[in-house]
């Protein structure tokens, strides 16, 4: 079946460092995949997706690339902010022809300090 | 501009009563899904529905009931609570959109069962 694996956190960074999240993904076929953020005590938010190999979604400076010879997405930032922690959700979904439905990743906390 | 609207944010039961979990959404969107968020394990499907009268099991349907009469409405039912149950549930509506899935969630509903 599809499953989902996003690196253990939590991640604490200080403020304007690089980010990097490791997601690595199975599935059969050509899955979607997605990106989704967490605030605290609110739902998932779309942060960015890419529907097919070598595809890099971006959003908010974050940025992933669809690396199918890898199965990877991995999320990227150059410069972190305290506004950017949350948890973040490594997420696919495959369309069978009567449904599409979306797998997630266990999530990964990230704090940035000042 | 509301979305993906649940209700109640919070909620509090007793073993063995049963309650509904409110879902509604107002993007005209085929497909729902309920989630149940726990610590360390991401999101985990419990329903979903592809469209009004069609719904399906997911990963964790069991102690649970849905039903889709309307587009725009799916409720969830906990038949017998239990503490197993204690849990933060999302739900999402989803379109297909340049072949892939696309989700909004709703702010979710914190259960404790006691």
């Known amino acids: 079946g599809n499953s989902v694996t996003q690196m253990e956190g939590p991640v604490t960074l200080s403020e304007e460092a690089f980010l990097t999240i490791n997601c690595t993904y199975t599935a059969t076929g050509y899955p979607s995949l997605f990106w989704y953020v967490q605030y605290p005590g609110e739902g998932l938010q779309l942060l960015l997706k890419a529907t097919k190999a070598d595809d890099k979604g971006s959003n908010k400076g974050f940025e992933a690339t669809y690396r199918k010879e890898t199965t990877s997405f991995h999320l990227e930032k150059g410069s972190v902010q305290v506004s950017d922690s949350a948890v973040y959700f490594c997420a696919l979904s495959r369309y069978t022809g009567t449904a599409s439905k979306l797998t997630f990743g266990t999530g990964t906390r990230l704090q940035v300090t000042l | 501009n509301a979305g993906v609207t649940q209700t109640p944010k919070f909620q509090v039961l007793k073993t063995g009563q049963s309650m509904t979990l409110q879902c509604a959404q107002d993007?005209?969107?085929?497909?729902m899904s309920w989630y149940r968020q726990d610590p360390g394990m991401g999101l985990r499907l419990i329903h979903y529905s592809v469209g009004a009268g069609i719904t399906d099991q997911g990963e964790v349907p069991n102690g649970y009931n849905v039903s889709r009469s309307t587009t725009e409405d799916f409720p969830l039912r906990l038949l017998s609570a239990a503490p197993s149950q204690t849990s933060v549930y999302f739900c999402?509506?989803?379109?297909?959109?340049?072949?892939?899935?696309?989700?909004?969630f709703g702010q979710g509903t914190r259960l404790t069962v006691v």
């Open positions: 999402a509506s989803s379109y297909r959109a340049q072949g892939a899935i696309e989700a909004f």
């Open positions: 993007m005209n969107h085929e497909y």
